[in-house]
């Protein structure tokens, strides 16, 4: 495989596992909007406005309003707001991102690391091919003008009354 051949290939590689991963992303947004589509074009004069009269949900502090009353730890995340909340969490995924790239990019030098590695011995086995192909031709060509020598002096004993096996 040529390192253009193996060039094209990576591109290959890569371009279905971008596109693999968006798939994978926005799948399931997407079937869940075609779905809905369908339901909505299909069933929209059957179905009339939902009305809900729940609860609202109950809080932690109603349910168990001693819970966590000595631990400070718990006291703490319980006093934040709900924006910080989100803002850690968004941080965390942020971390884990970098984490799952800094992975991939390690995996990705390595794979490059290894196709070289690949490449080099590709090269060796082709190299060694050549060598070999031409030390058969030049075998071939020696036992060639071999056997036209030996007709030569075959023809030439029997001139002289040799009569062979």
Not at 116 to 136: G, I, W
Not at 139 to 159: D, F
Request: net charge negative; aromatic share 6%; charged share 25%.
């Amino acid at each position: 495989m040529s390192s253009s051949q193996l060039g094209f290939f990576v591109r290959c590689c890569l371009v279905i596992l971008a596109v693999g991963s968006a798939l994978y992303v926005s799948g399931p947004a997407l079937s869940w909007r075609f779905k809905k589509g369908i339901r909505l074009g299909g069933n929209a004069q059957a179905c009339g406005p939902c009305v809900c009269d729940c609860p609202p949900p109950l809080s932690l502090l109603n349910i168990a309003p001693d819970c966590g009353k000595h631990d400070p730890d718990l006291n703490k995340e319980m006093g934040k707001q709900f924006v910080d909340l989100l803002t850690e969490e968004l941080k965390l995924l942020e971390s884990v991102a970098e984490e799952h790239t800094h992975h991939m990019n390690l995996t990705f030098l390595e794979a490059r690391r290894l196709a070289s590695q690949y490449q080099k011995e590709a090269e060796k086995c082709n190299t060694a091919t050549e060598t070999c192909e031409d030390a058969r031709e030049r075998s071939e060509a020696a036992l060639t003008k071999e056997k036209k020598l030996t007709a030569l002096w075959e023809r030439q004993a029997r001139q002289f009354g040799w009569e062979g096996e």
